[in-house]
């Protein structure tokens, strides 16, 4: 669950509807399960599914009128891993305020292949879009986190 829950928090701004999201991604895991065909890893089966339903939340959000949006979501109630260190945990709580500064398009590139693992053209079949697009996305939101990243207090040009 906190693996779930992360992932839809990782490509979702804000902590709003995360709970539901995980909560229907993990239902469609679940039926999921029977159409499981075991080529690769279980765990990359579970982030796809995780990843499609949280891409077919955001379309029907952006389908929807959207009422206003909270600006103070509460970072805090993110879910730690149970093996991760207290410095893991700031670190990936710090990442996701990072990750909140960016725009949806950068972002879900950035999480799909740096956190799940996905190549280019994998990224490209998974959002439907060219792969040179997906290439410049992917090279526009690293230099945007890290330009985020050097400029967060405490963080210089010469820190981890």
Same mark, same amino acid.
């Given at each position: 669950?906190?693996?779930?829950?992360?992932?839809?928090?990782?490509?979702?701004?804000?902590?709003?509807?995360? /709970?539901?999201?995980?909560?229907?991604? +993990?239902?469609?895991?679940?039926?999921? +399960?029977?159409?499981?065909?075991?080529?690769?890893?279980?765990?990359?089966?579970? /982030?796809?599914?995780?990843?499609?339903?949280?891409?077919?939340?955001? &379309?029907?959000? &952006?389908?929807?009128?959207?009422?206003?949006?909270?600006?103070? /979501?509460?970072?805090?109630?993110?879910?730690?891993?149970?093996?991760?260190?207290?410095?893991?945990?700031?670190?990936?709580?710090?990442?996701?305020?990072?990750?909140?500064?960016?725009?949806?398009?950068? &972002?879900?590139?950035?999480?799909?292949?740096?956190?799940?693992?996905?190549?280019?053209?994998?990224?490209?079949?998974?959002?439907?879009?060219?792969?040179?697009?997906?290439?410049?996305?992917?090279?526009?939101?690293?230099?945007?986190?890290?330009?985020?990243?050097?400029?967060?207090?405490?963080?210089?040009?010469?820190?981890?």
């Amino acid at each position: 669950m906190p693996r779930v829950r992360n992932l839809v928090r990782y490509l979702r701004r804000g902590d709003q509807d995360v /709970d539901d999201i995980a909560q229907d991604a +993990l239902m469609a895991i679940l039926r999921g +399960l029977p159409g499981w065909r075991g080529e690769g890893t279980f765990k990359s089966w579970v /982030d796809r599914v995780v990843a499609h339903t949280t891409f077919a939340h955001l &379309r029907k959000a &952006r389908a929807a009128p959207s009422p206003v949006e909270d600006e103070d /979501d509460d970072l805090g109630e993110s879910v730690p891993s149970t093996d991760a260190t207290p410095e893991a945990y700031v670190f990936r709580r710090d990442m996701v305020r990072l990750l909140d500064a960016l725009s949806d398009e950068h &972002r879900q590139v950035l999480v799909l292949h740096h956190v799940l693992g996905l190549s280019v053209p994998e990224i490209t079949e998974e959002l439907g879009i060219p792969l040179e697009t997906v290439r410049s996305r992917l090279r526009i939101g690293r230099a945007n986190l890290r330009a985020l990243y050097e400029g967060t207090p405490g963080r210089g040009k010469g820190s981890p």
